[in-house]
């Protein structure tokens, strides 16, 4: 039996990644339609989400997470002082709550929300399709049935890794949270010079996109190191051998490093910018009718 099987799930905040993560729930028939509940300030977010999905849907952060299991948060990282407000009091011990906010520690969202139970995690893009990347960390205070039920919830993604140090999940963040990036602007390079080479845009696209894929499953099944599989194509004084000195006389490896370094340093600068202004941990929550509305 499913971790998820008769377990209440509510979305905080719904956009691509909140809708990604409940279809693929529902595609691999981990829940039902009628346990999960979404809210979204917009009404026509949430008659698109009960019309595509046949979820329930609600205006209201904190109705939504009201007699939830597992609560997801899928908001922007800046709205989680003004969410925590929200939720502040109204989340209760039991429930698992699992960040998807770039760069939101631990410290932050246990902080804001007022709730120790919380998995932060960092999934990428192509969760869209089910076959994303997911690395995430589980405060000591989660037990091992909610961790399972984590596992469960990321895995409709796609591939998911737990990790037992935090440091893990921002590190992820600059490799594979940021890494599509990385991968669509080299996709975006080589068609562009495919066609300064003379080929139609729409066949040049074709060649790259294909060939990428092909060369990403080919090093998966493969199980073969990446300098093994570049030395088998590259053959001397050969059109591999040419191009291949020009990217390194480029500094292409440098480059890349320098991005993921770059990309990891901003990850810690925002988890340090949501960790301003945490309340104290014997904060009260604001009165309902002064709390803001995400």
Known sequence: MSPLAERRIATVGSGVMAEAII?????????APGQIVASHPRADRREALESHHGIRTTDSNAGAVEGADIVLLAIKPQMLARVGRELRGALRPGQLVISIL????????TGHLGHAEVVR?????????????TVWYATPETTEEQRAQAAALLGALGVQIEVDDEKLVAMATAVSGTGPTYVFLVMEALIDAAVHLGFA????HDLVVETLEGSTLFAKQSGMHPAELRNMV???GGTSAAALHQLESGRLRTVLSDAVWAAYKRTVELGEQLEVGVPAPDAKPAPA????RA
Request: glycine residues 12%; without cysteine; aromatic residues 0%.
């Open 289 to 292: 009718e002064v709390r803001e």
């Open 121 to 133: 995690s960092m999934p990428n893009t192509p969760a869209q399709l089910g076959r994303g990347m």
């Open 23 to 31: 279809a693929g729930l529902l595609r691999g028939q981990l829940v």
């Open 234 to 236: 590259t053959s001397p």
């Open 102 to 109: 770039a760069g939101a520690t631990t410290r932050a969202l």
């Open 201 to 204: 845009r729409h066949v040049a």
